[in-house]
């Protein structure tokens, strides 16, 4: 920008102050516009000072009382377009041709008045031809002795020069020292300093609004305001609302070049604002640089950037330091100390690096270099290397030096001699006979699926223990190994654990935790809530990661959202800590272990997680903390919370604990269960199912030595004796009882084997235990296949269906039966048959005939695995029948119903599929009937089913007697 220009632009501000003035001062209001006797100030011209004028009766201002000088030098009775034309009136138009002022249509009410004002106004909206310095002159134009003004209305009809001084320190003119350090600017809140090339710069200059002013518009000249009108400037900081304006937005009557507020400059980046009433200006735009853009330069085009070199322009925007020399070999622009591809050295190359410098390369020490050896360009063989610039032979692992041994010769237990390197060899391979699975007791003796190799024999690598979650469930074997199968409800749980060393595992929700043979803890699965324990906030884990800082671990035990541990007879605990259950005095979640309150004691040997509530045992005392609904702590209390521990009443000598959902259960040290808190369903064994905040004996147990809670109101014992023993909510057959009736009394889960059972835990609404020869054996609700019953497999399956007795997992052997296991199509037992004919799944009945059937083979418990087209969706008893002759047989199914709903009799040519006959009967009075054509010698099944009674209850058998089969030959 000149100087010339940026005095110019510092000049606007003042120009826009006086020309509000001049479009605000020394006129009429419209009549009614004001209230008789009111004052108005107003500007007189030329003095400058400001005087009043009054609202008269006629509710018209008067003249400004000026002493005698006319306000801003328009009479008061001056007849103008503006004047004499009623904005809100739409039928004067003072700007339409066709609009005669002597028309009655568009008489206003007051008398004609013939202003002689020529049809087009001057630049400053008077009459006359604007003249300064004696020549015709415009609003803008330049003046002043160092044409640093600039010229701007003074009246209607007459203009004065505006500037700031003569010349300024920086001697871009005369007499203008007063310049530098002045405000400058349209609004006056910039300074004037001097640039580096001696000329004025305005520094730090907002830019007046559309109308000329410093303040902020409240609308925006030119737009749309009420039904039909336009926001126009009524001063340098105002704007009205104009209805059929017949001015431009900056006041005059012609049509502006420009619209105020709009960008401008070749770089657009100055704003178009009113000078006058018919002229706009550009402001505060900067010129092209020397490449024609608007950015700066980093040099200017044709200047000497290095040496041989001149900036050029590289765009509109930048230019480039553009070498005019010549180049070397390299490309560069100074002289190589050796020419590129020439020799240097032993067989090396001067090679270029970069476009100044060579290096030599590819030089080489030829008493080692394989493809220079002893000279250049003499190369070794692929199976030679360069020994003191001679080719030798590698030895057999591709190394220089003389191996010990032969690779792949044999050595030491099974193992051969391998590479170790290029020089060395190791016996890989080695085994311990007595404990490789893979070669046990001798080499490739290898040991079957789910075997261990122990003192060199293969034995079932059985299961130790089990734990469960209402969707989960994992194993332990005697190997030390941990496997997985269900549902973690997150779709990542990992079911194949890299774990082999571990003597404990404890299920949560969707996170387990294995106690390894170092006595370090590692976790893995869901981390919400910081339950996995190893300092960290990730959600998840997909393999084990080890506890934080926890060591000489003696026992683990998990829920859902935390876990606990007893670590060097201290308790500890890590996870969710809504009530307390953490037991540190605070609610606060842990994503690492923290030690339970000092209020425990040492010395712990016993802990248990609930789901809001904790327990453990010390010195052979029971402490609970936690959650105290439905009096869980066994403390007395039912309604608040404890966030440390608290001791448990009326009970002494306690050995172990479980903490359920809602009660708690705890074994003596002499053998007696004892339970507290939520009895609804009679969960606390006392024959009431009256809720206890203290402890109460269980009734009819005898002396037990272990006892299991899972997360629903079920308890389940084991005894000395092998005999387990479960009470409390019966719902999907969770007691084992064949039912789903609750029981406030222990009963007897009479279909395991006695005094083989050593291991007993609970899911939700599920149990398995262990039997001392490995078997699993499980019985409950059975979601996501939780008791590994194997029936998805079966034809007939769409979903997994309840246990309400107890059924062997065919998955983990050693499988002894296939009892509950029919329609799989499998032989687990590995006796040779599969299905129903299996005598573990169906009554064999040979060719028996006219006579009454009474066992049968009971499949389904709660659900079922096969259904007749005329229905059927109960437990089943299944028979094998071999017709003894051809011809049209009879079958009939009789016995007692508790119930009157359907019995179904449906047969079968296969155990699969292939449905011959189906019929349908209610009670003792209408029993199921159905003839079917056989042939002689084939085998046919058949099936006697229950309908269900409700949505979601079976029919069970009368406990007295099951349904009977007749079977009549043809007549």
């Known amino acids: 920008m000149t100087h010339k220009a940026l005095v110019q632009y510092a000049l606007f501000g003042s120009l826009f102050f006086l020309l509000g003035f001049l479009a605000g001062c020394g006129g009429e209001t419209e009549a009614g516009s004001c209230t008789p006797g009111e004052?108005?100030?107003c500007l007189c011209l030329p003095s400058g000072d400001e005087s009043v004028r009054t609202c008269a009766a006629d509710e018209e201002f008067g003249s400004c009382?000026?002493?005698?000088?006319?306000?801003?030098?328009?009479?008061?009775?001056?007849d103008s377009p503006e004047r004499d034309a009623d904005p809100g009136d739409p039928d004067a138009d003072p700007g339409d041709p066709d609009a005669d002022p002597g028309d009655p249509d568009t008489d206003t009410g007051e008398p004609e008045a013939d202003t002689g004002e020529p049809s087009d106004p001057n630049e400053c909206g008077g009459e006359e031809e604007l003249i300064y310095?004696?020549?015709?002159?415009?609003?803008?134009?330049?003046?002043?002795?160092?044409?640093?003004?600039?010229?701007?209305?003074?009246?209607p009809n007459s203009l004065r020069c505006i500037q700031t001084g003569e010349a300024d320190d920086c001697g871009s003119c005369e007499d203008e020292a007063d310049l530098i350090g002045?405000?400058?600017?349209?609004?006056?809140?910039?300074?004037?300093?001097?640039?580096?090339?001696?000329?004025?710069?305005?520094?730090?200059?907002?830019?007046?609004?559309a109308c000329g002013g410093c303040q902020t518009l409240t609308n925006s000249p030119g737009s749309e305001c009420g039904d039909d009108g336009v926001w126009s400037c009524d001063s340098l900081d105002t704007v009205t609302c104009e209805v059929d304006l017949q001015t431009n937005i900056c006041g005059g009557t012609a049509e502006l070049d420009d619209a105020p507020g709009e960008s401008c400059g070749p770089c657009d980046d100055g704003e178009i604002i009113c000078v006058a009433p018919n002229s706009t200006a550009c402001v505060g735009a900067t010129n092209l640089n020397d490449c024609g853009g608007c950015g700066g330069l980093a040099g200017t085009p044709g200047d000497t950037c290095d040496d041989d070199s001149q900036w050029q322009c590289d765009g509109d925007d930048a230019v480039e330091c553009v070498f005019l020399g010549d180049y070397n070999a390299c490309g560069g622009t100074v002289e190589l100390d050796y020419e590129p591809n020439t020799a240097c050295d032993d067989c090396g190359t001067w090679t270029c690096e970069g476009d100044n410098a060579v290096i030599c390369e590819g030089t080489t020490d030829i008493d080692t270099d394989p493809d220079n050896c002893g000279s250049c360009g003499n190369q070794c063989t692929a199976d030679q290397f360069c020994d003191v610039g001679s080719c030798e032979p590698y030895n057999a692992c591709g190394g220089t030096q003389e191996l010990d041994a032969e690779p792949d010769e044999e050595c030491g237990d099974c193992g051969v001699w391998a590479c170790q390197g290029n020089n060395a060899v190791i016996c890989e391979g080695e085994v311990d006979l007595q404990n490789d699975p893979d070669n046990c007791g001798s080499c490739d003796h290898s040991c079957g699926n789910e075997e261990f190799c122990e003192s060199g024999v293969c034995s079932i690598d059985k299961i130790i223990e089990v734990d469960l979650s209402a969707s989960l469930g994992c194993a332990l074997r005697q190997s030390g190994e941990v496997f997985c199968?269900?549902?973690?409800?997150?779709?990542?749980?990992?079911?194949d654990v890299d774990i082999t060393d571990a003597t404990a595992i404890s299920v949560g929700g969707g996170h387990v935790c294995a106690l390894l043979q170092n006595q370090r803890v590692a976790c893995w699965g869901g981390n919400y809530d910081g339950q996995l324990g190893h300092g960290s906030d990730e959600i998840f884990a997909t393999s084990p990661v080890l506890v934080q800082g926890l060591t000489d671990v003696t026992a683990i035990d998990a829920s859902p959202t935390y876990t606990c541990a007893i670590a060097d007879g201290q308790a500890y605990c890590w996870g969710a800590n809504g009530s307390g259950r953490l037991g540190d005095g605070t609610l606060i979640d842990r994503n690492a272990p923290v030690?339970?309150?000092?209020?425990?004691?040492?010395?712990?040997?016993?802990?248990?997680?609930?789901?809001?509530?904790?327990?453990?045992i010390a010195n052979q005392e029971a402490y609970c903390w936690g959650a105290a609904g439905s009096g869980r702590l066994g403390n007395g209390n039912t309604t608040t919370y404890f966030p440390t521990p608290q001791k448990v009443s009326n009970l002494s000598?306690?050995?172990?604990?479980?903490?359920?959902?809602?009660?708690?259960?705890?074994?003596t040290t002499g053998n007696l269960a004892y339970c507290w808190g939520n009895n609804f369903s009679g969960q606390l064994g006392d024959g009431s199912t009256t809720s206890r905040s203290l402890p109460v004996p269980v009734t009819n147990l005898g002396v037990v030595e272990e006892i299991s809670i899972g997360s629903s109101a079920s308890t389940c014992a084991l005894r000395t004796d092998g005999r387990v023993y479960c009470w409390g909510q019966g719902r999907y057959g969770a007691l084992g009882t064949g039912n789903e009736d609750d029981y406030s009394l222990p009963q007897w889960v009479s279909t395991l084997p006695e005094e083989e059972v050593v291991h007993l835990t609970s899911g939700d609404h599920d149990r398995c235990v262990i039997l001392a020869n490995g078997q699993l054996v499980c019985w409950g609700r059975n979601r996501y296949n939780l008791l590994k019953d194997n029936q998805l497999d079966g034809p007939w399956l769409s979903s997994y269906f309840p246990r309400w007795l107890p059924v062997i997992s065919p998955l983990f052997p050693p499988v002894t039966t296939e009892y509950g296991q029919c329609f799989t199509n499998t032989d687990s037992s590995g006796n040779g048959l599969v299905d129903c004919e299996d005598p573990d799944c169906a009554t064999d009945l040979g060719e028996a005939t006219g006579e009454d059937v009474t066992s049968g083979q009971l499949l389904g418990f709660s659900g079922h695995y096969a259904t007749g087209t005329c229905g059927g969706a109960g437990p089943e008893n299944v028979y094998a029948w071999t017709a003894p002759m051809s011809g049209t047989f009879t079958f009939e199914a009789g016995g007692q119903s508790n119930t009157d709903s359907d019995v179904i009799l449906y047969l079968r040519d296969s155990c699969i599929a292939g449905e011959l006959a189906c019929a349908t009967g209610g009670g003792t009075d209408n029993r199921p009937s159905l003839e079917a054509d056989v042939t002689a010698g084939e085998t046919y099944y058949l099936f006697v089913d229950s309908e269900p009674s409700g949505s979601s209850i079976y029919i069970s058998f009368p406990e007295d007697g099951i349904y009977t089969v007749h079977i009549h030959p043809p007549n």
Do not use: K
Not at 196 to 207: I, N, R
Not at 595 to 616: D, F, K, M, Q, R
Not at 660 to 665: I, L, M, S, V
């Open 485 to 495: 199968w269900g549902n973690d409800l997150s779709g990542f749980f990992p079911m």
């Open 653 to 667: 000598s306690a050995q172990s604990i479980t903490a359920g959902n809602q009660h708690t259960c705890a074994i």
């Open 133 to 155: 310095d004696g020549a015709h002159a415009s609003p803008t134009d330049v003046c002043g002795a160092c044409e640093d003004g600039v010229l701007a209305c003074d009246s």
């Open 65 to 78: 009382e000026c002493d005698g000088v006319p306000d801003a030098g328009i009479p008061d009775d001056a």
């Open 39 to 41: 004052v108005e100030s």
């Open 595 to 616: 030690a339970v309150s000092s209020e425990l004691p040492a010395n712990v040997t016993s802990i248990s997680t609930g789901s809001s509530h904790t327990c453990a």
């Open 182 to 209: 002045g405000a400058c600017g349209p609004c006056g809140d910039g300074a004037f300093e001097c640039s580096d090339d001696d000329t004025v710069a305005c520094v730090g200059a907002s830019q007046a609004n």
